[in-house]
């Protein structure tokens, strides 16, 4: 790939990001504010090769996921609050299939039909599985377009890697937003990194059977056990960033778009004489809860700051239990914020 920057939309960062990662089959419903990514891989996709298909509804689109997945296809899709709610139920059987899949989430308001302004809402419903059973996707969320790229870009590795499910979650600022991206140099992706399970018609060979119904004694507590595991082990892809945190007194603990506008506004207030940090997940699940901890144990104030009424938050008091506690900022959905937004909050913190 050329080391040119090319200015582009978060949206479309995710669809050139996606198309690097390999991507095969695309399946998606349109809904504001992600559609340039069903419009951008309808027109570049095709041209590579690939299957784009918009489907009659997302409830479709996840379920045709997940058949591309099983015949061992880097498979994705993308929507938007309603979407990805109505998308729950595939998703919790690519996850007890054990299916490698990449799913994007940018964020709009809710509840409800809500609205196409930001919001980071959907934080509960994309770190907690969201759909019935115990199952987790792994969620990545970045900050500029770059990060949607380059994330998109990871997830297909670590969802093969892991077969299971991630989700990329932005929301309506990233995807709306144009910032240069640079793309990667051209890789090899091993056509053969799925030929141990997918199914591909027998052959001559051993049956594969792929399935989420657990009807056997002992079968579902069986991948229940295996599950937990692998989500262990998932803590060791686990991204962060500390931003001035080393001799900050007040730590500001945010993520994707909020996290950036935070940092702005740590650079205004280090300019005003307060030592402000900002610590910013960047996978979601696993939370960076022993990456926290160890911040914590510096002898730092904590103040969370999300775009929505209180979500990531109780993570952040799980990784800060024993230890200290963490003052909460809402910033409500819909609102588009300013790095001035935070001062106050923030400045109250060294009163």
Known sequence: MSSKKLLVKGNEAVAIGAIDGGVECYFAYPITPQSDIPEYLSRELVKLGGTFLQAESEIASINMVLGAAAAGKRAMTSSSGPGISLKQEGISYIAGSELPAVIVNMMRGGPGLGGI?????????????????????????????????????????????YRNPVMILGDAILGQMKEPIVRWKERSIDPNEAIKWCLTGKKGRKQRIIKSLRLEEGSMEALNEKLMKKYKDMEQDIKWEEFMVEDAEVVAVAFGSIGRIVKSTARKLRSKGY???????????????????????????????????????????LALCGICETEFFANMPGKVSTPEDFIEPIENMFK
């Not at 792994?138 to 890697?161: G, N, R």
């Open 275 to 317: 030592k402000v940090g900002v610590f910013r997940p960047i996978t979601l699940f696993p939370f960076p809860y022993k990456q926290l901890r160890e911040v914590a144990k510096k002898g730092k104030r904590f103040i969370t700051i999300e775009n929505n009424t209180g979500q990531m938050v109780e993570d952040v008091r």
């Open 117 to 161: 302004q930001p919001s980071q809402g959907d934080y509960f419903q994309a770190t907690r599985g969201g759909g019935h059973g115990d199952y987790r996707t792994m969620v990545l969320a970045p900050s500029t377009c770059q990060e949607c790229y380059d994330l998109t870009i990871e997830a297909f590795d670590l969802a093969f890697k």
